[in-house]
């Protein structure tokens, strides 16, 4: 099983500030087959980014993902007040696993 | 736009079967190009795949739940439903039904998510 490791735990940042999120993957991961999830308490997960840098439909542009190999990043360019939450990487290589998240907090 | 709709026994004894049924609306399950997908999260916690099937009846499970798990589809209900057997404490989770996305002609991330239902295993 592919185990994803997300970094940090949690970042503390102020709205306006550039977040970034990374996700290693315990062996390398096709680049088609990598995704980005936003979570709000009580609520079901989002769709953001597919295939490492697609965006998922009505999703802003403020929202990016980058990465090959083992290593991924999802930025965030200027964090919104609505973009506080827990988000989460997920390969879709071999068998599906997800990261254990990285909340995104306010400073 | 297509929506789904998780429903089943919020509470489940100990060494029980666990059944939830997803129901699909504004769209047809019987699409040949979509995957349908269970994924829990026990609370507070992070995501679990669970399992997966395509319209075809091909399933695929996640490794360690394989021998418990069974996933199936009801076409003329436009609905499909998952059965987790034998179930523990460690199975108390919110349970999500949703559509893979049809970008690699397999399987692929989920873009539509149901709101989630509670199950609790507990005597």
């Known amino acids: 099983e592919i185990v994803l490791t997300q970094s940090p735990g949690t970042l503390s940042l102020s709205p306006g500030a550039r977040a970034t999120l990374s996700c290693r993957a315990s062996?390398?991961?096709?680049?088609?087959?990598l995704a980005w999830y936003q979570q709000k308490p009580g609520q079901a997960p989002r769709l953001l980014i597919y295939?490492?840098?697609n965006r998922a439909t009505g999703i802003p542009d403020r929202f990016s993902g980058s990465g090959s190999g083992t290593d991924f990043t999802l930025t965030i360019r200027k964090l919104e007040p609505e973009d506080f939450a827990v988000y989460y990487c997920?390969?879709?290589?071999?068998?599906?696993?997800f990261g254990g998240g990285t909340k995104v907090e306010i400073k | 736009q297509l929506q789904l709709q998780e429903s089943g026994p919020g509470l489940v004894k100990p060494s029980e079967t666990l059944s939830l049924t997803c129901s699909v609306s504004?769209?047809?399950?019987?699409?040949?190009?979509?995957?349908w997908g269970w994924i829990r999260q026990p609370p507070g916690k992070g995501l679990e795949w669970i399992g997966t099937?395509?319209?075809?009846?091909?399933?695929y499970y996640k490794s360690s739940l394989e021998s418990r798990v069974s996933i199936s589809l009801n076409t003329s209900k436009n609905q499909f439903s998952l059965r987790l057997a034998s179930v523990t404490a460690a199975d108390t989770a919110v349970y999500y039904c949703?559509?893979?996305?049809?970008?690699?002609?397999?399987?692929?991330?989920?873009?539509?998510w149901g709101p989630g239902t509670l199950v609790t295993v507990s005597s």
């Open positions: 949703a559509r893979h996305l049809d970008d690699s002609g397999g399987i692929d991330a989920f873009d539509i």
């Open positions: 504004h769209g047809s399950i019987s699409s040949t190009t979509y995957y």
């Open positions: 997920q390969q879709y290589v071999r068998s599906l696993t």
């Open positions: 295939g490492t840098s």
């Open positions: 062996q390398s991961v096709s680049s088609s087959f």
């Open positions: 099937i395509h319209y075809t009846g091909s399933t």
